[in-house]
Protein backbone atom coordinates (compact mmCIF):
# COMPACT_ATOMS: atom_id res chain seq x y z
CA UNK A 1 0.00 0.00 0.00
CA UNK A 2 2.94 2.42 0.78
CA UNK A 3 4.18 1.20 -2.54
CA UNK A 4 0.96 2.24 -4.30
CA UNK A 5 0.92 5.76 -2.61
CA UNK A 6 4.27 6.74 -3.30
CA UNK A 7 3.49 5.50 -6.92
CA UNK A 8 0.84 7.70 -7.16
CA UNK A 9 2.37 10.99 -5.19
CA UNK A 10 0.38 10.61 -2.08
CA UNK A 11 0.82 13.00 0.57
CA UNK A 12 1.34 11.31 4.11
CA UNK A 13 2.51 7.82 2.83
CA UNK A 14 5.35 7.66 5.02
CA UNK A 15 2.62 6.84 7.75
CA UNK A 16 2.23 3.13 6.26
CA UNK A 17 5.86 2.36 5.80
CA UNK A 18 6.02 3.63 9.90
CA UNK A 19 3.92 1.66 10.74
CA UNK A 20 5.30 -1.60 9.07
CA UNK A 21 8.04 -0.91 11.17
CA UNK A 22 6.78 -0.43 14.75
CA UNK A 23 4.36 -3.81 14.24
CA UNK A 24 7.66 -5.56 12.27
CA UNK A 25 9.87 -3.66 15.69
CA UNK A 26 7.24 -5.06 18.02
CA UNK A 27 7.40 -8.93 16.94
CA UNK A 28 11.31 -8.66 16.74
CA UNK A 29 11.47 -7.64 20.60
CA UNK A 30 9.58 -10.84 21.09
CA UNK A 31 10.89 -13.16 18.94
CA UNK A 32 14.63 -12.20 20.56
CA UNK A 33 13.59 -12.07 23.95
CA UNK A 34 14.12 -8.66 24.22
CA UNK A 35 10.90 -8.06 26.00
CA UNK A 36 11.42 -10.20 28.68
CA UNK A 37 14.07 -8.48 29.38
CA UNK A 38 13.00 -5.31 30.06
CA UNK A 39 12.35 -4.15 33.34
CA UNK A 40 8.55 -4.66 34.32
CA UNK A 41 7.67 -0.60 34.56
CA UNK A 42 8.74 0.03 30.55
CA UNK A 43 6.04 -2.50 29.56
CA UNK A 44 3.29 -0.87 31.23
CA UNK A 45 4.32 2.48 29.52
CA UNK A 46 4.62 1.17 26.66
CA UNK A 47 1.33 -0.24 26.86
CA UNK A 48 -0.05 2.67 28.26
CA UNK A 49 1.01 4.99 25.55
CA UNK A 50 0.08 2.97 23.00
CA UNK A 51 -3.60 2.21 24.21
CA UNK A 52 -3.74 6.29 24.74
CA UNK A 53 -3.10 6.48 21.37
CA UNK A 54 -5.06 4.18 19.73
CA UNK A 55 -7.90 5.53 21.72
CA UNK A 56 -6.94 9.07 20.18
CA UNK A 57 -7.26 7.56 17.24
CA UNK A 58 -10.50 5.60 17.37
CA UNK A 59 -12.08 9.10 18.94
CA UNK A 60 -10.80 10.64 15.76
CA UNK A 61 -12.09 8.50 13.09
CA UNK A 62 -15.69 8.33 15.09
CA UNK A 63 -15.59 12.35 14.57
CA UNK A 64 -14.72 12.12 11.16
CA UNK A 65 -17.09 9.31 10.09
CA UNK A 66 -20.11 11.39 12.40
CA UNK A 67 -20.31 13.62 8.74
CA UNK A 68 -19.49 11.53 6.59
CA UNK A 69 -22.74 12.06 5.01
CA UNK A 70 -23.15 15.28 5.38
CA UNK A 71 -25.87 17.13 3.32
CA UNK A 72 -27.84 20.62 4.43
CA UNK A 73 -31.40 20.71 5.11
CA UNK A 74 -33.43 23.31 3.13
CA UNK A 75 -31.87 26.38 1.11
CA UNK A 76 -28.83 27.69 1.80
CA UNK A 77 -27.21 31.34 0.73
CA UNK A 78 -23.90 30.56 0.06
CA UNK A 79 -22.17 27.22 -1.03
CA UNK A 80 -18.21 26.76 -0.57
CA UNK A 81 -16.42 24.52 -3.00
CA UNK A 82 -12.83 23.89 -1.09
CA UNK A 83 -10.14 23.25 -3.56
CA UNK A 84 -8.19 20.12 -4.08
CA UNK A 85 -5.14 19.81 -6.45
CA UNK A 86 -5.05 20.79 -10.34
CA UNK A 87 -3.02 18.93 -12.43
CA UNK A 88 -2.03 21.66 -15.22
CA UNK A 89 -5.58 22.98 -15.50
CA UNK A 90 -7.64 19.88 -15.59
CA UNK A 91 -9.19 19.11 -12.07
CA UNK A 92 -8.30 16.21 -9.82
CA UNK A 93 -10.16 13.23 -9.09
CA UNK A 94 -10.94 14.83 -5.56
CA UNK A 95 -11.80 18.04 -6.98
CA UNK A 96 -14.27 16.58 -9.57
CA UNK A 97 -15.77 14.75 -7.02
CA UNK A 98 -16.82 18.19 -5.03
CA UNK A 99 -17.98 19.97 -8.03
CA UNK A 100 -19.68 17.22 -8.90
CA UNK A 101 -21.80 17.07 -5.70
CA UNK A 102 -22.13 21.01 -5.85
CA UNK A 103 -24.16 20.55 -9.30
CA UNK A 104 -26.20 17.56 -7.91
CA UNK A 105 -27.90 19.72 -4.89
CA UNK A 106 -26.96 23.23 -6.24
CA UNK A 107 -30.87 23.34 -7.33
CA UNK A 108 -32.42 22.04 -4.70
CA UNK A 109 -30.17 24.22 -2.20
CA UNK A 110 -31.93 27.27 -3.38
CA UNK A 111 -29.44 27.84 -6.58
CA UNK A 112 -26.92 29.51 -4.11
CA UNK A 113 -24.07 31.49 -4.92
CA UNK A 114 -20.87 29.77 -4.95
CA UNK A 115 -17.77 30.68 -3.67
CA UNK A 116 -14.81 28.56 -5.60
CA UNK A 117 -11.91 28.46 -3.04
CA UNK A 118 -8.49 27.58 -3.68
CA UNK A 119 -4.87 29.00 -4.97
CA UNK A 120 -2.34 27.86 -6.99
CA UNK A 121 0.28 25.06 -5.81
CA UNK A 122 2.48 23.21 -7.45
CA UNK A 123 2.15 21.57 -10.68
CA UNK A 124 -0.78 23.58 -10.92
CA UNK A 125 -0.70 26.35 -14.11
CA UNK A 126 -4.02 28.38 -12.96
CA UNK A 127 -5.64 27.84 -9.41
CA UNK A 128 -7.88 25.85 -8.05
CA UNK A 129 -11.03 28.50 -8.35
CA UNK A 130 -10.71 29.35 -12.18
CA UNK A 131 -10.46 25.72 -12.35
CA UNK A 132 -13.66 25.43 -11.11
CA UNK A 133 -14.59 28.25 -12.41
CA UNK A 134 -14.30 26.74 -16.03
CA UNK A 135 -15.80 23.02 -15.26
CA UNK A 136 -18.92 24.80 -13.58
CA UNK A 137 -19.55 26.99 -16.44
CA UNK A 138 -19.62 24.52 -19.27
CA UNK A 139 -22.12 22.61 -16.54
CA UNK A 140 -24.55 25.33 -17.04
CA UNK A 141 -23.85 27.55 -14.14
CA UNK A 142 -24.09 31.05 -14.66
CA UNK A 143 -20.89 33.45 -14.13
CA UNK A 144 -22.97 35.91 -11.80
CA UNK A 145 -23.57 32.75 -9.42
CA UNK A 146 -19.79 32.19 -8.66
CA UNK A 147 -17.47 34.19 -6.69
CA UNK A 148 -13.50 33.13 -6.72
CA UNK A 149 -11.14 33.22 -3.93
CA UNK A 150 -7.81 32.23 -5.29
CA UNK A 151 -5.64 33.39 -2.66
CA UNK A 152 -5.87 30.30 -0.23
CA UNK A 153 -3.59 27.35 -0.03
CA UNK A 154 -5.11 25.97 3.05
CA UNK A 155 -8.89 24.95 4.68
CA UNK A 156 -7.98 27.93 6.84
CA UNK A 157 -7.55 30.28 4.55
CA UNK A 158 -10.28 28.65 2.11
CA UNK A 159 -12.97 29.89 5.15
CA UNK A 160 -10.94 33.18 6.11
CA UNK A 161 -10.88 34.55 2.56
CA UNK A 162 -14.07 33.65 1.61
CA UNK A 163 -15.22 35.73 4.56
CA UNK A 164 -13.74 38.51 3.60
CA UNK A 165 -15.46 38.56 0.03
CA UNK A 166 -18.92 38.24 1.23
CA UNK A 167 -21.26 38.22 4.53
CA UNK A 168 -21.23 33.80 4.46
CA UNK A 169 -20.18 33.98 8.08
CA UNK A 170 -23.57 35.58 9.25
CA UNK A 171 -25.67 33.64 6.15
CA UNK A 172 -26.59 30.22 6.09
CA UNK A 173 -23.22 28.76 3.96
CA UNK A 174 -22.69 25.21 3.15
CA UNK A 175 -18.89 23.81 2.72
CA UNK A 176 -18.70 20.95 -0.35
CA UNK A 177 -15.22 18.58 0.31
CA UNK A 178 -14.75 15.30 0.33
CA UNK A 179 -16.26 13.05 3.01
CA UNK A 180 -13.41 12.25 5.03
CA UNK A 181 -12.97 16.56 5.19
CA UNK A 182 -16.22 17.62 6.47
CA UNK A 183 -16.04 17.19 10.17
CA UNK A 184 -12.75 19.25 10.34
CA UNK A 185 -13.83 22.22 8.00
CA UNK A 186 -17.11 22.83 10.17
CA UNK A 187 -15.14 22.89 13.20
CA UNK A 188 -12.66 25.00 11.45
CA UNK A 189 -15.06 27.34 9.95
CA UNK A 190 -17.65 27.51 13.55
CA UNK A 191 -13.99 28.54 15.62
CA UNK A 192 -13.52 31.35 12.97
CA UNK A 193 -16.93 32.66 13.98
CA UNK A 194 -19.19 31.08 10.87
CA UNK A 195 -22.63 31.06 12.81
CA UNK A 196 -24.72 29.06 10.33
CA UNK A 197 -22.65 26.48 8.25
CA UNK A 198 -23.01 22.92 7.18
CA UNK A 199 -21.60 20.51 5.40
CA UNK A 200 -22.21 18.64 2.10
CA UNK A 201 -19.69 15.35 1.82
CA UNK A 202 -18.87 14.53 -1.77
CA UNK A 203 -17.85 11.02 -2.42
CA UNK A 204 -13.66 10.26 -1.79
CA UNK A 205 -11.91 7.81 -4.79
CA UNK A 206 -12.22 4.62 -2.80
CA UNK A 207 -8.59 2.81 -3.22
CA UNK A 208 -7.26 5.58 -1.33
CA UNK A 209 -10.53 6.01 1.32
CA UNK A 210 -8.17 4.29 4.19
CA UNK A 211 -5.40 6.54 3.90
CA UNK A 212 -7.50 9.79 3.46
CA UNK A 213 -9.00 8.45 6.84
CA UNK A 214 -5.80 7.77 8.48
CA UNK A 215 -4.25 11.17 7.44
CA UNK A 216 -7.30 12.94 8.13
CA UNK A 217 -7.10 11.88 12.15
CA UNK A 218 -3.29 13.08 12.06
CA UNK A 219 -4.72 16.00 10.69
CA UNK A 220 -7.24 16.54 13.00
CA UNK A 221 -5.30 15.76 16.26
CA UNK A 222 -2.93 18.86 15.22
CA UNK A 223 -5.69 21.29 14.47
CA UNK A 224 -7.04 20.60 18.05
CA UNK A 225 -3.13 20.66 19.75
CA UNK A 226 -2.85 24.10 17.63
CA UNK A 227 -5.84 25.71 18.59
CA UNK A 228 -7.35 25.72 15.78
CA UNK A 229 -10.77 24.07 16.05
CA UNK A 230 -12.53 23.24 19.47
Known sequence: YFVL???????????????????????GVHK???????????HWLF?????????????A??????????????????????????????????LTLRMQKALE????????????????????SITEAECMRRFLTEQGIPKDKMILEDRSVSTQENLRFCAELTDCKEKKTAIVSNNFHIYRALKLAEKQGYQNVCGIAAE???????????????ALVKEKLSGNID
Open 5 to 27: LVAVGMDFCWIWLAAALFFFGIL
Open 32 to 42: YGIWQRMPSWS
Open 47 to 59: IGLFAAGMMIFAV
Open 61 to 94: EGQILSKMTAKPKGKVDYMIILGAQVREEKPSKA
Open 105 to 124: LWESCGEPTLLLSGGQGDGE
Open 204 to 218: SDWRYQIHYMVREAF
